[in-house]
Nanobody, 123 residues
């Protein structure tokens, strides 16, 4: 019953913003670092951002640094990814994932994955 559900994806013009949400059910997110990943058509999955269980430590891929912000509200069992100044290159399916290891949350091979939400950046 462990599950993560992403939401908030959609179509946005270049330069626009979206806020993605990742809500957990069946377990409490308090103890889990969370990673955001994305996969564009024909490309490999790549890490976008990750956050420690407390929210005190965050990391970002160079491609999104300064534009995206990861945050969490453990009381709501939810992690967010605020995406600003979106570019067509950001078009991808975005996944959140949870793992007890901060290293895996930032690098992949996580235990629990969501099904993804599609973000399309196009004029």
């Amino acid at each position: 019953q462990l599950q993560l559900v992403e939401s908030g994806g959609g179509l946005v013009q270049p330069g626009g913003s979206l806020r993605l949400s990742c809500e957990a059910s069946g377990f409490t997110l308090d103890y889990y670092p969370i990673g955001w990943f994305r996969q564009a058509p024909g490309k490999a999955r790549e890490g976008v951002s990750c956050i420690s269980s407390s929210g005190n430590n965050t990391r970002y891929a160079d491609s999104v640094k300064g534009r995206f912000t990861i945050s969490r509200d453990n009381a709501k069992n939810t992690v967010y990814l605020e995406m600003n100044s979106l570019k067509p290159e950001d078009t991808a399916i975005y996944y959140c994932a949870a793992d007890p290891s901060m290293f895996r949350a930032c690098n992949g091979n996580l235990e629990v994955w969501g099904q993804g939400t599609l973000v399309t950046v196009s004029s």
